[in-house]
């Protein structure tokens, strides 16, 4: 009787294992052994541009080699729908503008499954240049009464 039952949890433990294997070469059909739900098999680079603290609007961000899309009112991006990986993630600077300190034009941001990896840029606004220039001079008449 004993052996019975050591047989009997034996085979329930084999079928609690298989009942988790049920892909090819007895691997589980889910990505990571996942189990339930459906689960999230891409993620999402997005970030935000801004100029002194305020949103930057209008700013263009690209995937190296592969989409581009501009900044929104709050100068939010985003890119969805990416598979796992690196991808290099680069802003255009608008004319005049250059970027923060400490900050890169491109930038490589690894993306892993159902996860978002956030970009963002610290723009600096353009200053005001030197030069010289002359001033005019001229004469008018006016009549008063």
């Keep these: 009787m004993r052996r019975n039952t050591r047989d009997v949890a034996a085979l329930l433990a084999v079928l609690a294992l298989a009942a988790g294997c049920a892909g090819p070469n007895g691997f589980p059909t889910d990505p990571f052994g996942v189990t339930g739900t459906a689960s999230t ?3 999402t680079i997005s970030g935000q541009v801004t100029a002194s603290g305020a949103a ?3 700013a263009s961000v690209a995937i190296v080699n592969g989409p581009s899309t501009s900044t929104d009112a709050g100068g939010r991006y985003s890119f969805t729908g990416l598979t796992s990986g690196s991808y290099r993630v680069s802003i255009l600077l608008p ?3 250059t970027l923060a300190v400490g ?3 491109t930038v490589t941001a690894t993306v892993a499954r159902g996860q978002s990896t956030v970009v963002n840029w610290r ?3 353009p200053t005001g240049g030197t030069g010289t220039g002359t ?3 001229g004469t008018g008449t006016g009549t008063g009464g």
């Design 41 to 43: 098999t891409t993620g």
């Design 56 to 58: 930057f609007t209008g």
């Design 95 to 97: 004319v005049g503008y």
């Design 103 to 105: 900050d890169s034009a």
């Design 123 to 125: 723009l600096q606004p």
């Design 135 to 137: 001033t005019g001079t």
